[in-house]
Each structure stands twice: as structure tokens, then as C-alpha cells.
């Protein structure tokens, strides 16, 4: 793929040792998010309460069809089981000390902590997440009812939950592995590169109760399944029908996925224009045709029960008009300060921050080191432009299919950040609390976890490309050091939480 000196020197591997390497970060990956899923505390800030309730819902199938408070079996355990810690310091409470968490209190006193947060939530709180399509909770609400199944109950039956996610991660884990073989097939450097920087990655979101888990599962495998279809001289319907499933898979795991299904659908249509210039469109309208069908009857679906149960396709303006934001005029987005070198740095290096290492708060604050944000930015920045760089040259080029799925992940990459710019610039935020008037960014760096498998093929390829020159043991050097400096901020940033006494450890 890089066509450097060494390219084929680590080719040597024999395929079963790779494959017991891949499951070893397998086994690596599903470790790392079981240790920082039973860290964290519930209910993180990243509306994991309202995730959870709609899990509930979906266990009793019970599809929410508006936005309504939080249901009672949802609040028992939110009652008991949040720590404030995530909002609230410990200077704002009496005697400056978080309060012991209330399975350790009295039973009458937590009899009373949970008819006054019950009372609390019932008339400030409703779920804004209730119009987000199925697939996630359904999987998620079928594990609960497993968890009950089993005995499971309370905290432990709260951390079952967050334990699913070490799933999700090992097939996210040999996704990543399954793509970097059909982009790089001649470089073991770069065929392992992408799952181990999987497996290690930072991202909170994978630690936690929330949708956004499944996106960069459901499209990394579109992504193989339409790399595959571009690759055939005439696609075969087994290939359409793969493709297409696994774009209604994306959709039907987070709205926000919406830019990456656009960029698939021009990517379809380039490849049927080629097609047709080759005189071959009519014996692959079969393959063509399917994965239109698979891709398009779920959406469609899923967009038929948010109009007649929200009132809009996507269920979003009735989130919105909850969350208090307006609409915007045309003329008003470009007065937007995302339009200035300044706001489009703060936008764009925030959103790639984010989209390392999630978007937790601690005690009010971001839980993430400076310094390491400016790294995830920094290496972002020069990796993306090495792969371009890559990509451009003319001498030497890379083969025409890896060239052609690399820069299809790169207009992925490209328009979920445009989508996300798009949405900063249309809607007043007023008094929300992020984004906000103040802070008018759209930085959710999880709302485009889809992307995440091309996005780290394009970084592992800038690397590569950088050191070009370098023998294998080098790369994987340099490659190790990363890693282990990504763990190793990983740690410090979240040491504070260890002890704390309302995690998994404590219960």
C-alpha cells in the first residue's frame, strides 16, 4: 500500500500468529473498557440516565412514542445509584464532602432520598432521548432482561449493563482488523495498527450507557461491505444486500450517522456510473437494487414511526424545543463565529479532542489532561495531512482500491465534521449548557464515532507515510510508544475516580 522500501519485510507473519495477535487486543480491548466501565460512577453527564430509562422502556416493549418523563422502574435506580459528583464539587455540599453514596445509609433514609429524587426528576426531567432509532436498545434491553434472568439486580445489574459494551468492543476490535486487511493486504504494520489503536483508544463514550457505542460498529462494517462492492467488476446481490444491511445498521444506531449515509449513497451512484460507462449497469442493477432495499426500507421505517409518533422524521424538533434551542435564519448563520480562523479552530480542535476521549465532566471540569488534548489534535492534524499527502503523490501512488476507500473514508470523515459545523451555525442555544451561546459548538466528538474506522485507517496510513523510510521494527515502535502513552494519560486523567466510592468496586 505505501510502497516503502520495507513493505514487505513484516509480511512474513504467518497468518494464524496475526490472527492470535488480533484476538489478544481483542481480549485487550474487552479488558480495558470492563476496567473503566466499573470506574466510572452512574450516571455520567452525557445523559446516560435518559439512555438507560429508554432501555427500560424498550425491555418491557414499550417503544417510547414522546417525550416523557423518566419511567419509575428507570428512576428507582437512578435515585440510589447517581453520584453528583460529575456536576456538583465537593465545595458545594455541607461540610465540603460528596455525600456517601445511599445503599450505604439507613433504609428509611434512603427511603426518603428516593421519593424526594423521584419527585425532583418528575418535575424538572423528561427524555430527550426517546425518538432515537431502535437497534441499540433493543440489543441493550434484551441483556437487561438476561441480566434479571440471571439474578442480577440493583448497581451490579446497572454495571451488567455497561458490561455489553466490552462486546461491542471486540467486534469493533476485529472490524478494524477486517478493514485494515482489505485496504493495506501487503503491510502487517498497518493491518495491525488500526485495531490496536481500537483497542487502546480513550473514548469514553464506550464506557457508558448511551447509542453512540454501535456507530462506529455499524459503519466500519458498511465500510468494508461498499469497498467490497466498489472492488467488483460486477457486484453480486450477496454483496449489495451485506452493504445495505449494514447501512440500515448505522441508521438505525444514531440519527447523527445520517452525513456517512449520504457520502455512501454518492459512492454508490459513482460506482454505477462507472458501471454504466462500461456498459455493465444492467447485470449489476441486481446487487444495486438490494442494497437499496436493505439500506432504504429500514430507514424509511423507522422515519414513517418518528413523523407519525413525533411529528418530523428524525423526532428532533420536539427534543429541541425541549432543550430550549430556536431556529436560526439563513442570513443570521454566517455571522456565526465558526466563519473566523479563531471559531473554527475552538470548533474543530474541541471536536477532535472530544472525539478521542469523550466529553465527560468531573466535578463540573472536562476530564481530560491539556496536554492531552493538544496531542489527539496535534497528531490528528499531521496525520490526516501525511495520508493526503499520500494520496496526491504521483510517485510512488498507492493501487487504485485502497486509494479509492481511503478517500471515501476521508469525504466520511470530512462531512461528519462539516454536519456537525452545520449544526452549530442553525440554532440558538440560548441558556443551555453546552453548546451554549458562549460556547456555540456542536464539539460532541461521539456524534461522529461512526467514522471512526476510516478515520484511523487515514492516521495509521499518515504514520506509515511518515515513516516511509523506516524499517517495520521501527514502526511498531513508534507505534507501541503511542499506545502506551495513550493508556498512560488514560490513567492519570481518570486515577481521581478509582477510589471513588460509588463505582463497581464499592457496591
Known amino acids: 500500500m505505501t510502497n516503502s522500501a520495507a513493505d514487505n519485510l513484516p509480511t512474513r507473519i504467518s497468518p494464524a500468529r496475526e490472527r492470535r495477535t488480533v484476538g489478544l487486543l481483542c481480549l485487550f480491548a474487552a479488558a480495558h473498557v470492563l476496567l473503566f466501565s466499573a470506574v466510572f460512577p452512574f450516571f455520567n453527564v452525557v445523559d446516560e440516565q435518559m439512555h438507560f430509562d429508554v432501555i427500560v422502556r424498550y425491555s418491557h416493549a414499550d417503544i417510547p412514542r414522546a417525550i416523557e418523563p423518566l419511567c419509575d422502574e428507570a428512576m428507582n435506580f437512578v435515585a440510589v445509584y447517581h453520584t453528583p459528583e460529575y456536576l456538583w464539587p465537593p465545595s458545594t455540599f455541607p461540610d465540603g464532602k460528596i455525600p456517601p453514596p445511599p445503599w450505604t445509609r439507613p433504609v428509611e433514609e434512603t427511603t426518603q432520598i428516593l421519593l424526594d429524587t423521584k419527585a425532583l426528576w418528575k418535575a424538572r426531567a423528561k427524555n430527550q432521548e426517546a425518538s432515537q432509532p431502535p437497534l441499540y436498545y433493543t440489543l441493550a434491553a434484551l441483556w437487561y432482561q438476561l441480566g434479571k434472568g440471571v439474578g442480577m439486580d440493583g448497581g451490579h445489574l446497572l454495571y451488567w449493563m455497561r458490561f455489553l459494551n466490552a462486546f461491542f468492543m471486540v467486534a469493533l476490535v476485529w472490524t478494524g482488523h477486517r478493514a485494515a486487511r482489505l485496504v493495506f493486504p501487503n503491510n502487517l504494520f498497518l493491518r495491525l495498527a488500526t485495531p ?18 454501535l456507530s462506529p460498529l455499524g459503519f466500519g462494517a458498511a465500510f468494508i461491505f461498499l469497498v467490497k462492492f466498489w472492488d467488483a467488476e460486477i457486484p453480486g446481490v450477496r454483496r449489495g444486500i451485506l452493504a445495505g444491511l449494514a447501512l440500515a445498521a448505522t441508521f438505525l444506531a444514531k440519527i447523527s450517522n445520517a452525513p ?32 437499496a432495499a436493505c439500506a432504504g426500507l429500514p430507514m424509511a421505517l423507522w422515519l414513517a414511526w418518528c413523523k407519525h409518533h413525533f411529528g418530523d422524521f428524525t423526532g428532533s424538533e420536539a427534543k429541541i424545543q425541549l432543550l430550549g434551542w430556536t431556529h436560526k435564519s439563513v442570513a443570521e448563520w454566517w455571522h456565526h463565529p465558526i466563519f473566523t480562523p479563531h471559531g473554527f479552530w475552538s ?21 481530560a489532561l491539556p496536554a492531552a488534548n ?55 442555544f440560548h441558556d443551555c449548557f453546552r453548546p451554549s451561546r458562549d460556547f456555540p459548538y456542536f464539539t460532541s466528538g461521539r456524534m461522529m464515532l461512526g467514522t471512526l474506522i476510516p478515520f484511523l485507517l487515514l492516521f495509521t496510513f499518515g504514520l506509515d507515510w511518515i515513516l516511509k523510510k523506516w524499517s517495520a521494527p521501527t514502526k511498531f515502535a513508534v507505534l507501541a510508544a503511542l499506545l502506551g502513552l495513550m493508556l498512560a494519560t488514560e490513567i492519570a486523567t481518570d486515577w481521581q475516580i478509582f477510589p471513588n466510592p460509588y463505582n463497581w468496586f464499592h457496591l
Open 260 to 291: 456517512l449515509l449520504a457520502i455512501s449513497a454518492a459512492f454508490v451512484f459513482l460506482k454505477a456510473y462507472k458501471l454504466g460507462r462500461a456498459g455493465k449497469l444492467r447485470a449489476a442493477a441486481p446487487a444495486l437494487f438490494s442494497l
Open 374 to 428: 493538544h496531542a489527539y489534535v496535534f497528531l490528528s492534524i499531521a496525520f490526516l495531512a501525511c495520508a493526503l499527502a499520500g494520496l496526491l503523490s504521483k510517485s510512488p501512488a498507492p493501487a487504485k482500491p485502497p486509494r479509492a476507500a481511503l478517500w471515501f473514508g476521508f469525504a466520511c470523515f470530512t462531512a461528519a465534521v462539516a454536519f456537525l459545523g452545520l449544526l452549530s451555525t442553525t440554532y440558538d
Open 347 to 367: 470548533f474543530f480542535s474541541d471536536l477532535l479532542a472530544t472525539f478521542w476521549q469523550g466529553e465527560l465532566l468531573w466535578d463540573r471540569q472536562p476530564l
Open 196 to 213: 490496536a489503536l481500537l483497542a487502546c483508544i480513550p473514548q469514553t463514550a464506550f464506557y457508558a450507557l448511551q447509542n453512540d457505542v
